[in-house]
């Protein structure tokens, strides 16, 4: 099993850069297959989600070609397949996305239902909502979605929330519908906005994206394009945090300052500077820092996939502060691993009461969940002593290098696999 050993202590200092965002490439992958000409795409972040959805885009029998690292050509032209298994859905809940490429595209599709997951249950009724008043005939049998229609045909749809995933799964199969469609009360994240624009660079007619009202115009046809993904807004913000927690000054290039607002206003709040450059953003951690309060909110609000990394930075900044997590009903299975570091936190119901102890212990963790396991790593990166973080699996399926980026920084960090590793790493730090 590998694990993640860090001696904390150390201000993290330097430069990082940024790779593409995974949540925005796991639906830009999808839309890929809508086409049958060739899709390229760059600035794929390599990490562990996205590998698995290459592989269920194979699965079916669309042509992958891996350029390089950071590079894939899509060819959807050959599918035959329209059902994909519970073997990918299982390990990655975004391979739901192929659903809406699929029965836009074919106007049939099957994939296995995705469960409940380590942040609690998440429902895909929106999605199926979508697809229904589009025209599809939606069924779930033993444990699979199937949706068919003879046509798609536009229409006006209205979100009861606001969904990430179903906006984008509904743009998806409305881009290939008759007529036109509106989806009300849209999510309006940056990556809604990616895969907009990558759809509309392959001929779909998509209007309004990043607003709460998404227009689109269907078209019989996507054809080829070369698509670039946008930085990842949340490895960036995980790094910004890693600056605040380690007292340490840290620059994260190529991202776009503009979707890291609500991150920069909270660290600015508790005391950090931050800079914003035209691509970059610099944060300095140079003063002590201080309590706030945070509630995770739809874009443009404080991302729910930063709140782990919020909670372990204000569990070691001065007073009490309260973080209330309203996008998922259990995120916060980190607490009590955080606890064994030292933390003083309390959930009651959705809220998080963090009260600052001056310092973290270090400890052996578990990750939870890739955006926990990730706020455990600053955790020890800031620590007292030694971390070791184990299911770093998790960690490693949205963060490409993360280990390596760290130790550029500065950071005491080895990914090991034996205790003599383990011990060679304790003698070379000590
Ligand atoms: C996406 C992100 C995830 C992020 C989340 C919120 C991907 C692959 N994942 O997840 O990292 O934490 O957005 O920013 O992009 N809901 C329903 N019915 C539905 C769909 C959602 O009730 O049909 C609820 C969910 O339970 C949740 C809320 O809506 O409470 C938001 O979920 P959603 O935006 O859909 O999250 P995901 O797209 O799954």
Redesign the pocket.
């Given at each position: 099993m590998e694990q993640y050993i860090i001696k904390g202590g150390n201000p993290l200092v330097g430069e990082v850069e940024i790779g593409g965002a995974?949540?925005?490439a796991?639906?830009i992958l999808a839309t890929a297959i809508m086409a049958d000409e060739t899709v390229t795409i760059e600035n794929l972040p390599n990490v562990r989600?996205i590998n698995v959805m290459l592989e269920a885009i194979k699965g079916i029998g669309g042509k992958v070609d891996r350029i390089d690292v950071h590079t894939v050509k899509i060819n959807g032209a050959m599918i035959r397949d329209l059902s994909v298994d519970y073997e990918y859905i299982k390990k990655?809940?975004?391979s739901y996305?192929l659903l809406g490429a699929l029965l836009g595209k074919y106007k049939k599709a099957e994939v296995a239902l995705p469960g409940g997951c380590d942040?609690?249950?998440?429902?895909?009724?929106?999605?199926?909502?979508g697809f229904r008043a589009l025209g599809a005939k939606v069924d779930i049998q033993h444990g699979l979605i199937s949706a068919e229609a003879e046509e798609l045909q536009g229409t006006h749809i209205y979100?009861?929330?606001?969904?990430?995933?179903?906006?984008?799964n509904i743009m998806m199969a409305a881009a290939m519908a008759k007529g036109k469609t509106t989806i009300e009360n849209a999510?309006k994240?940056p990556?809604v906005v990616d895969v907009a624009n990558c759809l509309n660079s392959m001929g779909a007619n998509i209007r309004g994206a990043g607003t709460d009202v998404i227009r689109i115009s269907g078209v019989e046809k996507l054809h080829k394009t070369e698509y670039s993904i946008i930085p990842d807004q949340?490895e960036a913000g995980t790094f910004m945090f890693a600056a605040a927690a380690t007292r340490g000054d840290i620059t994260v290039k190529n991202v776009i300052p503009k979707h890291l607002e609500a991150i920069s206003a909270k660290l600015v709040e508790i005391g950090c500077e931050v800079k914003e450059l035209d691509d970059a953003v610099r944060v300095v951690a140079s003063k002590p820092l201080h309590h706030t309060q945070v509630t995770?909110l739809?874009?443009p609000g404080f991302?729910?996939?930063m709140q782990p990394q919020m909670s372990v930075v204000l569990g070691i900044s001065e007073g009490t502060s309260t973080v209330t997590e309203?996008?998922?009903?259990n995120r916060f299975k980190y607490v009590d691993e955080l606890t064994r570091m030292g933390a003083s936190i309390k959930v009651e119901s959705n809220i998080a009461i963090v009260t600052g102890v001056g310092n973290y212990t270090g400890a052996q963790v578990s990750a939870p969940d890739?955006?926990a396991g990730a706020a455990l790593v600053i955790a020890g990166l800031s620590a007292e002593g030694i971390t070791i973080i184990d299911d770093i699996y998790y960690i490693e399926r949205?963060y490409e290098g993360f280990d390596e980026k760290l130790a550029q920084l500065g950071a005491q960090i080895q990914k090991v696999t034996t205790e003599k590793e383990i011990t060679k790493f304790k003698l070379k730090v000590s």
């Open positions: 995974k949540n925005a796991l639906a989600d990655i809940r975004a996305y942040i609690g249950s998440r429902p895909i009724d929106l999605h199926l909502k979100l009861d929330k606001v969904s990430v995933g179903a906006t984008i999510a994240e990556h949340i995770t739809p874009y991302p729910t996939d309203s996008i998922f009903e890739l955006r949205g």
